[in-house]
């Protein structure tokens, strides 16, 4: 095992440090100063400790404020043993002197949950792939396992999915998620990441892109080297330019010294430019040279700089229609979107929900010593069932809010907002979450919207009345699908004859046998009679815009969100179902 020197003087900090690396499977001695440890590590790499691999280190120990004297330092340090640097007041420019010289890696003070996380998994990733000094490399290396947390997050509990490869965990730890679409991703990303590729990843705010950005860099070549995030949109136009490539002194007012980029400090590593289509069109043709050349000035400069760099970009904006509206330039587009990624929402991924939901508790009990050991099965289905609009940041955020607000130990429906428990209920009843499935109950006698003519609460046509006016012809004349044929729709491979061909009691009657035993029991429950008439008669179209909606939900939960496959399971063509979509704000 892999021995962790811990050099920090601050108690709380030392103890979630200590923490980490303890749920993290690594062996961590805390030494009171960066002498005891030096000793530890012994005078040249050859004596070092045989167990030591790494040292997160205050770098305050240095007792100096002097750049040059913590990079001499440093240099000869890294020489034996990886050193995982923390510090608060260090300038970018002092920050990239420290990679230079060797620091594997660097986190502000007061810590962040989630930079932590990232560090630790990406310096002990690291060392579960290197042999300790003088001996042999493991035919296999074995994997430094993530605390069993599922996110935006860290790695989930073995068996629950996460990152494909499981002998990297650095690679994709800071993500959680089994969702196919979520595997893809990991797939596309474990073939680019050893190439220099330009990738440009596309998702909603709150989807994780700085995450798959991350994932990429730490899976590179370049992981040794620093990633460098910018987000375009967050900073004035005209101050980006400066920032992303630097400016002399003097080159305008209140330049009074010169000033490194963002581009020279990534030399070597990762540029991340979020929110890539807020950038102006001045700067766009800068950025085309960078990437054509590898080149550029500073602002107010003549000196042409050069830079061995990556490029990761990401938008949430559709930059083709951009492109089309003359707001981004089509040449650039096209050198950025090498390597397309696309994360789907959280709302299309909603099985990842109690995973994520899992993460944050954890999280919050180690970060925020939280008392809350978890959720009633109705609370996580209100979860589960939500849209997200704000994805997995906003899952977070009202986690983080129901945690600190919980009464007891078991957060329940009334810990959860009642904006949000009200659009959900808007939606009809809720799937219950995951669990055993049980055996199903003989269906009661068809008294309900399909066939509501055979019952105990139907009755017998009055004089004047039509008897073709049930629910199966009204949902034809509605703009849905017609619900007497659900299990042939609900079937990709198209109608069954017998559906086809038998009346509409006949139909309904046979509903039951048509669909598949392995539908979820809240789809079976769609064609079940769940209809009681009041005197005061039931909202027609309400109740077929409610079923519409739920058949629409259940095709692309079937097939996996392929809209193509949804609308053929359906019976209607791809246009059709794309406008009802848009209508229903189903994305």
Known sequence: MNLVILVVKN??????????????????????????????LGPQAGDADPGAGALILDLAEF????????????????????ILGLG?????????????????DYLNLPLDPIDLTRALNKILGSLSREPAPGKARPARPAPVQAPAEPAAPVSPPPGQGASPRESDPASFASIVGQDPGLMEIFRIVEKVAATDSTVMVHGESGTGKELIARAIHQ??????????????????????????????????????????????????????????????AKLQVKLLRVIQEHEFERV?????ISVDIRI?????????????????????YYRLNVIPLTIPPLRERSGDVPLLIDYFLTRLRDTRGSKVTGLTDETKAILSAYRWPGNVRELENLMERMVILADGPILTKNDIPARLVTEVEALGPFPKPPGPREPRPEPPAPVGPLNH??????????????????????????????????????????PDDRAAQSPP??????????????????????????????????????????FEDRLIRAALAATNGVKNQAARALGLNRTTFLEKLKKKGIE
């Open 63 to 82: 007792n100096t404020k002097s750049d040059k004297k913590i990079n001499q330092s440093l240099a000869e340090i890294s020489q034996r043993v990886k």
């Open 219 to 280: 899976a590179s070549p370049r992981r040794l080297r620093p990633m460098i995030p910018v987000n375009c949109g967050a900073i004035p136009e005209e101050l980006l330019e400066t920032e992303l490539f630097g400016h002399e002194k003097g080159a305008f007012t209140n330049a009074i010294r010169d000033r490194v980029g963002r581009f020279e400090m990534a030399d070597g590593g990762t540029i991340f430019l979020d929110e890539i289509g807020d950038m102006s």
């Open 453 to 494: 003519a055979h019952g105990a609460n139907s009755r017998s046509p009055g004089p004047g009345d039509d008897d073709t006016g049930d629910l199966d012809e009204a949902v034809d004349h509605s703009a849905g699908p017609d619900f007497s044929n659900v299990a042939s729709m609900l079937n990709p491979t198209g």
């Open 505 to 546: 009691k006949a139909r309904a009657d046979e509903a039951q046998e048509l669909i598949p035993v392995s539908l979820d029991p809240e789809l079976v429950s769609m064609v079940e009679p769940i209809l009681s008439f009041p005197e005061s008669g039931v909202d027609l179209s309400s109740v077929v815009n409610r």
């Open 11 to 40: 108690e709380k900090v030392a103890q979630t440090i200590l923490g980490a690396c303890h749920d993290r499977g690594a062996e961590t001695r805390r030494l009171d100063s960066l002498a005891g440890a030096l000793e530890a």
């Open 88 to 104: 608060s007041g260090y300038g970018l420019k002092s920050v990239t002197s420290f990679f230079r010289s060797g620091l594997s």
């Open 300 to 304: 107010g400069g003549d000196k042409t």
């Open 312 to 332: 990761i970009t990401a938008t949430h904006v559709d930059l083709t229609k951009a492109v089309r509206d003359g707001r981004f330039r089509e040449d650039l």
